[in-house]
């Protein structure tokens, strides 16, 4: 949020000065306001700097505030110290965002420049502070800015401010091919024929159980591509990422278990999520919803969870049921990794002797396993490099060798 724009300039005569400012005081005191936010004083050789310091931006921070401004230094023999210096700046919490209020201030700055070498549209103004027109544009714009995030003002018949403020983003997570994207949003309503291609080919595939080495295959489009897209939909939070599900994996609750317990329109959302879809379907009752994610705990299956709790779980979707948990972060996935706690096999003929290839499709494939047994790489992404199962996966690594399988 915006907490002041002003507008100084270098006065011929009486120097660097603020000619306007919005709200009035918030740059150089007024009587009957509040003290300034910042000292414009100590700041003006930022603000209203040399020639060759103009046309580029700026950004000081002071105790408690920053200030984004573009000093504009305008040449011509007809001002009266041949040049006109100028600067539309903003004020900002110095622990604001400012990624997208720099692009701000540096319009501003260009189309400002642009009115004043078209017809002095600033140099003409006046010298009376804080109105006019120029006070008018500057006091539209904090409010525009502020409420709807965007503003088009009209300058006259052939010149209009259009602004828009972007949102700034955290860059997505990096995507592997074991993930799973989940879609927060109906992805088909806001799909657009002119999105691209990959985007379009692999949106029905995104379903919160398919991976993304899945969705690749069914969608018959590039891995690269497929991840390009899938950054682009989770930059803007349209996916969320999970891992890929099975009976064989094993979940915990986490300390946040208690935002759950304390927080009633959560339950009832999480009834109305995991219940059964179908005919059959019926209301979950809160109640029965605290004990069954306390009883998740590590070294304990989802299928033997499952066959503890079969009555209590009845109309209970069990995929849907662990999903919401780790989407709201009470539960979380408890990995398998794999450590070679032998000498590791360097080459074909020692990968034979370990016995690797003793009924699987040769040597090669010990050597493909061999990358992945310094415990860094969890079951999942094992899986899908080798494309296969975790039964099929413990059998390999029985054949390798002593292999150590750690849970965290």
């Known amino acids: 949020m915006i907490k002041s724009l002003f507008y100084s300039k270098f006065h011929p005569r009486e120097g660097p000065k603020v000619q306007h400012q919005v709200p009035s005081g918030s740059i150089t005191p007024q009587p009957g306001?509040?003290?300034?936010?910042?000292?414009?004083?100590?700041?003006?050789?930022?603000?209203?700097?040399?020639?060759?310091?103009?046309?580029?931006?700026i950004s000081i921070n002071v105790p408690s505030y920053r200030v984004l401004g573009y000093p504009v230094c305008v040449t011509n023999r007809k001002y009266e110290r041949n040049e006109y210096i100028f600067n539309f700046a903003i004020v900002l919490d110095v622990h604001a965002d400012a990624s997208g209020y720099a692009a701000v201030v540096r319009k501003l700055a260009m189309l400002f420049?642009?009115?004043?070498?078209?017809?002095?549209?600033?140099?003409?103004?006046?010298?009376?502070?804080?109105?006019?027109?120029?006070y008018a544009v500057c006091e539209m714009i904090l409010e525009d800015l502020n409420n709807y995030c965007e503003c088009m003002i009209p300058i006259d018949d052939s010149n209009t401010i259009n602004i828009k403020l972007f949102p700034s983003y955290p860059p997505p997570a990096a995507i592997k091919p074991y993930h799973v994207p989940l879609p927060t949003i109906s992805l088909s309503t806001v799909a657009d024929k002119n999105w691209d291609l990959t985007m379009l080919t692999i949106l029905p595939h995104i379903d919160g159980i398919n991976s993304v080495s899945r969705i690749s295959q069914l969608a018959d489009a590039s891995p690269r591509l497929v991840r390009a897209a899938l950054e682009h939909l989770l930059y803007y939070s349209c996916i969320l990422l999970l891992d890929v599900w099975s009976f064989s994996n094993?979940?915990?609750?986490?300390?946040?278990?208690?935002?759950?317990?304390?927080?009633?329109?959560?339950?009832?959302?999480?009834?109305?999520?995991?219940?059964?879809?179908?005919?059959?379907?019926?209301?979950?009752?809160?109640?029965?919803?605290?004990?069954?994610?306390?009883s998740l705990r590590q070294g304990l299956?989802?299928?033997?969870?499952?066959?503890?709790?079969?009555?209590?779980?009845?109309?209970?979707?069990?995929?849907?049921?662990?999903?919401?948990g780790v989407v709201k972060g009470f539960l979380y996935r408890v990995h398998k990794y794999a450590i070679w706690k032998g000498r590791a096999p360097k080459t074909l003929g020692a990968a034979a002797q370990a016995g690797v290839a003793a009924d699987g499709p040769g040597v090669g494939e010990g050597k493909r396993l061999e990358r992945f047994l310094d415990g860094t790489h969890c079951f999942d992404e094992i899986c899908t490099a080798l494309e296969c199962s975790e039964r099929e996966l413990m059998a390999k690594l029985k054949r390798v060798g002593t292999v150590q399988i750690i849970h965290r």
């Open 113 to 134: 420049r642009a009115l004043e070498e078209q017809g002095e549209w600033l140099s003409r103004a006046g010298e009376a502070e804080n109105e006019g027109k120029v």
């Open 301 to 324: 299956s989802v299928k033997s969870w499952v066959l503890e709790n079969r009555e209590r779980l009845d109309g209970v979707d069990v995929r849907r049921f662990v999903t919401f």
């Open 33 to 57: 306001s509040p003290p300034p936010l910042i000292d414009f004083d100590s700041l003006v050789t930022f603000l209203i700097p040399r020639q060759e310091f103009c046309d580029q931006p």
């Open 250 to 294: 094993t979940y915990a609750a986490t300390p946040e278990i208690l935002l759950f317990i304390s927080n009633g329109a959560m339950q009832a959302e999480c009834a109305a999520y995991v219940a059964s879809q179908g005919p059959f379907g019926a209301r979950i009752e809160t109640e029965r919803l605290l004990p069954l994610y306390l």
